[in-house]
């Protein structure tokens, strides 16, 4: 267990709401990670963050926004959702440049969009 | 671009040994990962090649060739709770994992 917490795990939400989803670790890690996970498709990086207020774009970032006010929390906001942002998103925290370190993750948040 | 393949789908038979292959072109490589995921789970690390040859844990293990770009991972003595999906990841020259999109391994008894 590396101390990865998502919530919440299930949200059912309504096309053009704003939704955000919350990653907590306790593990003081630097790195921190967005993905999404959708049938035929590896897990794609949303945006990921490399400290408090450092944030980055991955490859699927249109439509989605970070934040990074503290160590421990990373929050991803869908500002206005859509049926193509229905997936599974998964947190990760992850210690890059250091040679056979993996990525941890958390259980992973359910977002149906109808 | 870059690109990970590996089978959508395989099939073993409890007990046996299967091989999931894994070919990558990526920018740079610093390291390719195995990992595991039940399904309605997170993924798990499984293991971490970064240069030539065999990795050895237990009933798994795997492979690298960084000239062929291409890394298998070995089940041996296939239990019903190996029934998941194997992902694999390299970490390209940005330190950012690029995913393949899974293989299900189905195990029948």
């Known amino acids: 267990d590396a101390g990865i917490t998502q919530s919440p795990r299930h949200k059912v939400t309504e096309t053009g709401t704003p939704v955000t989803l919350r990653c907590h670790q306790t593990?003081?890690?630097?790195?921190m990670y967005w993905y999404r996970q959708d049938p035929g498709h590896g897990l794609r990086l949303i945006h990921y963050?490399?400290?408090?207020?450092?944030?980055d774009k991955g490859e699927v970032s249109d439509g989605y926004s970070v934040s990074r006010s503290k160590t421990e929390d990373f929050l991803l906001t869908l500002e206005s959702a859509t049926s193509s942002q229905t997936s599974v998103y998964f947190c990760?925290?992850?210690?890059?440049?250091?040679?056979?370190?993996?990525?941890?993750f958390g259980q992973g948040t359910r977002l149906t969009v109808v | 671009g870059q690109n990970i393949d590996q089978p959508t789908e395989m099939t073993a038979t409890e007990g046996a040994i299967v091989q999931i292959n894994c070919t990558y072109q990526t920018s740079g490589f610093n390291g390719l990962f195995w990992y595991q995921q039940h399904a309605g789970e997170a993924p798990t690390f499984l293991s971490y090649?970064?240069l030539d040859g065999l990795e050895e844990k237990g009933r798994f293990s795997s492979f690298l060739s960084r000239s062929k770009g291409y890394s298998y991972l070995l089940l041996k003595e296939l239990q019903m709770k190996d029934s998941a999906s194997y992902l694999c990841?390299?970490?390209?020259?940005?330190?950012?994992?690029?995913w393949g999109a899974g293989t299900k391994l189905i195990i029948k008894p």
């Open positions: 990760a925290i992850s210690r890059p440049g250091q040679p056979g370190t993996e990525a941890f």
């Open positions: 090649n970064v």
């Open positions: 963050s490399y400290g408090v207020k450092d944030t």
């Open positions: 990841a390299v970490r390209d020259s940005n330190y950012q994992l690029i």
């Open positions: 593990e003081n890690h630097r790195y």
